[in-house]
């Protein structure tokens, strides 16, 4: 799961689909549109854990961090699934 980090701003974005640069304004926002699909049943929230936390910690070597472990750094978000 990738994406490119573009923090274009909004006129930057009017143009045709052709010419106008691609990726997503805030990294952040990856979570909330995984989040999206987990609530309409298209992916696990279980392979989301995985892809956006255990894989990256996993190829970055994990700086104690990716887990939730003794020791690790507790990087974790709190979600209730039925607030819009």
């Known amino acids: 799961m990738a994406s490119e980090h573009a923090p ?18 805030l990294v952040q926002h990856k979570l909330e549109m ?3 699909e987990v609530n309409k049943n298209k992916i696990t929230l279980e392979k989301v854990v995985e892809k956006k936390s255990d894989r990256p910690a996993n190829l970055f070597n994990g700086f104690e ?3 939730l472990r003794e020791g690790y750094w507790a990087d974790f978000a709190i979600v209730d699934f039925k607030m819009e």
């Open 8 to 25: 274009q701003i909004w006129w930057e974005k009017q143009g045709d689909y052709e010419n106008c640069p691609a990726g997503l304004p």
């Open 34 to 36: 995984m989040l999206d």
């Open 65 to 67: 961090r990716g887990y």
